[in-house]
């Protein structure tokens, strides 16, 4: 998934980036509130890690700019603050949860995963469509029980089809989500991952429509008999 870090201590940034990168996640990093919003103009984005103390402003700014523009990503804070007034105005301006510093970068990765799959109605921690299962945390996607064996951007664009089921993802949206604003790949390389992938699921309760012009849809047996 692509998320975005805005944080400009290098040191949190960079541990914050590299474990949610281990993740198979596409991280973008802003040090400012002027950087925050020329990347979320940008592009969009599956989840924000928010620092409140910017060196150009409150990252509460940032969170209610956003909310002003009607855009729903959801956004976890963090807080060097003790105040409870601190955590009420987050939660207030539409963050999703908060975390106060100096915190464990295992909890936030929880976190982050716990945000995302409410976002996608799911209450446990795997992703399903049938009989298709995807573990968040383990990265391990099974068909029936058995274990399929795909690759970590595979499991990224996995990830993405089943937390937006029954969406239309247009090519140019999957290239930013799997590789990122600044990667050379293009709309082929998005036609290659998915072909790729249909075959890693044949046989799953998961199909990966191709509407023409559009984009992608995901589409499992519940969401089928919705569309029609």
Same mark, same amino acid.
């Given at each position: 998934?692509?998320?975005?870090?805005?944080?400009?201590?290098?040191?949190?940034?960079?541990?914050?980036?590299?474990?949610?990168?281990?993740?198979?996640?596409?991280?973008?990093?802003?040090?400012?509130?002027?950087?925050?919003?020329?990347?979320?103009?940008?592009?969009?984005?599956?989840?924000?890690?928010?620092?409140?103390?910017?060196?150009?402003?409150?990252? +509460?700014? &940032?969170?209610?700019?956003? *909310?002003?523009?009607?855009?729903?990503?959801?956004? %976890?804070? !963090? #807080?060097? =603050?003790?105040?409870?007034?601190?955590?009420?105005?987050?939660?207030?301006?539409?963050?999703?949860?908060?975390?106060?510093?100096?915190?464990?970068?295992?909890?936030?990765?929880?976190?982050?995963?716990?945000?995302?799959?409410?976002?996608?109605?799911?209450?446990?921690?795997?992703?399903?469509?049938?009989? +298709?299962? &995807?573990?968040?945390?383990? *990265?391990?996607?099974?068909?029936?029980?058995?274990? %399929?064996? !795909? #690759?970590? =951007?595979?499991?990224?664009?996995?990830?993405?089809?089943?937390?937006?089921?029954?969406?239309?993802?247009?090519?140019?949206?999957?290239?930013?989500?799997?590789?990122?604003?600044?990667?050379?790949?293009?709309?082929?390389?998005?036609?290659?991952?998915?072909?790729?992938?249909?075959?890693?699921?044949?046989?799953?309760?998961?199909?990966?429509?191709?509407?023409?012009?559009?984009?992608?849809?995901?589409?499992?047996?519940?969401?089928?008999?919705?569309?029609?």
């Amino acid at each position: 998934m692509h998320f975005l870090v805005v944080e400009d201590t290098d040191d949190v940034s960079e541990a914050i980036t590299e474990r949610l990168s281990r993740g198979g996640h596409i991280c973008d990093r802003a040090v400012s509130l002027e950087d925050a919003k020329h990347f979320a103009s940008a592009s969009a984005y599956d989840l924000v890690v928010l620092d409140i103390n910017l060196p150009d402003g409150s990252g +509460l700014d &940032f969170l209610k700019w956003l *909310r002003q523009r009607k855009d729903a990503v959801p956004v %976890l804070v !963090l #807080t060097a =603050r003790l105040a409870v007034d601190d955590k009420i105005g987050a939660l207030d301006f539409g963050a999703d949860d908060y975390m106060v510093k100096p915190f464990d970068l295992g909890e936030l990765e929880a976190r982050v995963r716990a945000i995302v799959r409410r976002r996608s109605g799911e209450a446990g921690a795997r992703l399903s469509a049938g009989n +298709l299962e &995807f573990d968040m945390a383990t *990265r391990l996607a099974t068909v029936n029980g058995e274990p %399929l064996q !795909l #690759t970590p =951007r595979e499991q990224v664009l996995l990830e993405i089809f089943l937390i937006h089921k029954g969406r239309v993802l247009e090519k140019d949206e999957l290239v930013t989500r799997l590789f990122g604003m600044e990667a050379d790949a293009g709309p082929n390389a998005i036609e290659l991952y998915v072909g790729r992938l249909r075959r890693k699921l044949c046989g799953a309760d998961l199909e990966i429509r191709t509407l023409r012009g559009l984009g992608y849809q995901a589409l499992s047996p519940t969401s089928k008999m919705v569309a029609r």
